[in-house]
């Protein structure tokens, strides 16, 4: 027998193996495994949206933090407050002395309709006097359901830098003052920190009667 003498198979008899049916068996098999992982058109388009939204909220790449603050001047040193805080900037007008209040109460003004007390931050930071000052412009500030105003000199403008560059209070100021300092910018702009003073109560002025103390005579004293 040659290389070129075609070979024959005998006819498959009763007992043989159909290979050609095996085949188509195996290519179907092949081809329902493969369908098994793919999805229909309209679950394929919906996980493709999913995806798609999936990648619109993906965190963008994290910014400092910006504090906002209103800078003013206090008796020749530059303050600030966070915005935030800040509801109004006017100037003062017909404040009304209260008496029996502590000295770094100013007195009470109206403010379109509403009773406001007024705080001189030199007298409650203990700010040594360095002679006269206009003490003229009024900031309210408002938050947790308190409302007072803090006098300035002068409004200077608003800054706006990264949390990070706040730097912490000189460590030479000690006492109510420091307390009251979230730290200093580095232009050596002092950062207060507003939401601590609004929840000092004992810098608002209650507009109410205090009611009179009434003391029992003593045995034998007229009544």
């Known amino acids: 027998m040659n290389d070129d003498t075609p070979i024959t198979r005998a006819p498959a008899g009763p ?5 050609s049916s095996v085949r188509q068996r195996m290519e179907a098999a092949r081809l329902a495994f493969d369908r098994a992982g793919m999805h229909d058109p309209e679950t394929t388009q919906r996980i493709l949206k999913a995806r798609a939204q999936a990648l619109a909220k993906a965190p963008e790449p994290e910014l400092s933090e910006q504090l906002d603050l209103l800078a003013f001047r206090l008796a020749w040193e530059d303050y600030a407050v966070e915005s935030r805080f800040v509801r109004e900037v006017c100037v003062l007008e017909q404040l009304t002395p209260v008496p029996s209040t502590p000295p770094f109460v100013l007195g009470l003004v109206n403010l379109h ?6 705080i001189d931050l030199r007298t409650f930071f203990e700010l040594p006097a360095q002679g006269l000052t206009d003490l003229n412009k009024l900031i309210v500030l408002a938050g947790e359901g308190m409302r ?5 000199d002068a409004i ?13 209070a000189l460590p030479t100021l000690t006492g109510i003052r420091a307390k009251y300092l979230r730290g200093v910018t580095p232009g050596r702009t002092a950062v207060l920190d507003a939401g601590l003073l609004l929840a000092d109560d004992s810098l608002v002025v209650r507009d109410e009667p205090v009611a009179p103390r009434v003391t029992k005579p003593m045995q034998g004293e007229p009544r």
Not at 15 to 19: H, K, N, T, V, Y
Not at 113 to 118: D, N, Q, R, T, Y
Not at 156 to 168: E, H, R, Y
């Open 156 to 168: 200077t403008g608003m800054l706006s830098l990264p949390v990070a560059d706040i730097q912490p």
């Open 15 to 19: 007992g043989a193996l159909d290979w």
């Open 148 to 152: 007072f105003g803090i006098l300035a």
């Open 113 to 118: 309709g509403e009773i406001l007390s007024v």
